[in-house]
């Protein structure tokens, strides 16, 4: 059964800190995987890798994708308290014609001042 | 550009009572359209998808059903709502690799 497991499930840090965000991946057929940021509402896109190997970098955000291990992780440095949200890992997968997301149970973000 | 909108943004049902929450999509034509669920503490899980009107694919059996009557109408309904049906519903759509969402409807059933 294809899955999307993320990790840690839930982090506390400081402003100021380095965090590393774990997605691990066994979708059949995988096309790409995508980070989200949910806040409080709808999640909102961050990146899509579908390359191993080459960093997507957005200011302090940055993904990389492993195809050969089967995972992903998304950093963000100098933490800031809008980042916490809950980040959101999906593998984009074959869907009849169409396709679709396997989305992980997300890692809770909080960062405090 | 593309727009979605879903509504409404909260609501609070009685156990046993009909259910219909809405989403539309703008500026694109023939998306794949997505229903999830997101329960506290719990990824989105997918409860419907669709990729054409009429054409409708239930990812989790359950007492709710989706119906697309038109190319960007996307309507999640039940019949009879359960406790269990708590939770917080996201409409999604894609053309291509990319998913985009509403702005989600929190559903409380008491």
């Known amino acids: 059964e294809d899955k999307v497991v993320q990790s840690p499930l839930s982090l506390v840090v400081h402003e100021g800190d380095t965090v590393t965000l774990n997605c691990s991946y066994e979708?059949?057929?995988?096309?790409?995987l995508l980070w989200y940021k949910q806040e409080k509402k709808a999640p909102t896109f961050l990146f899509m890798l579908?390359?191993?190997?080459i960093e997507k970098k957005s200011g302090r955000l940055s993904s990389i994708l492993d195809k050969k291990e089967l995972f992903s992780i998304l950093n963000i440095t100098a933490t800031q308290t809008g980042d916490s949200a809950i980040y959101l890992c999906a593998v984009e997968g074959p869907l009849g014609t169409g396709n679709q997301f396997y989305f992980g149970t997300g890692t809770s973000l909080t960062v405090i001042p | 550009s593309q727009t979605i909108h879903q509504w409404p943004a909260t609501l609070v049902q009685p156990v046993g009572s009909p259910l219909s929450l809405e989403c539309t999509v703008e500026?694109?034509?023939?998306?794949?359209l997505y229903w999830y669920r997101q329960a506290a503490g719990r990824g989105l899980q997918l409860l419907f998808y669709s990729v054409g009107i009429g054409q409708i694919s239930s990812e989790v059996p359950q007492n709710l059903s989706a119906s697309r009557p038109q190319d960007r109408q996307f309507i999640l309904s039940s019949k009879k709502l359960l406790l269990s049906d708590s939770g917080f519903y996201l409409c999604?759509?894609?053309?291509?690799?990319?998913?985009?969402f509403g702005q989600g409807t929190r559903l409380t059933v008491v």
């Open positions: 979708v059949t057929n995988f096309r790409s």
């Open positions: 579908t390359s191993s190997g």
């Open positions: 500026g694109t034509s023939n998306p794949n």
């Open positions: 999604a759509w894609s053309v291509g690799p990319e998913a985009f």
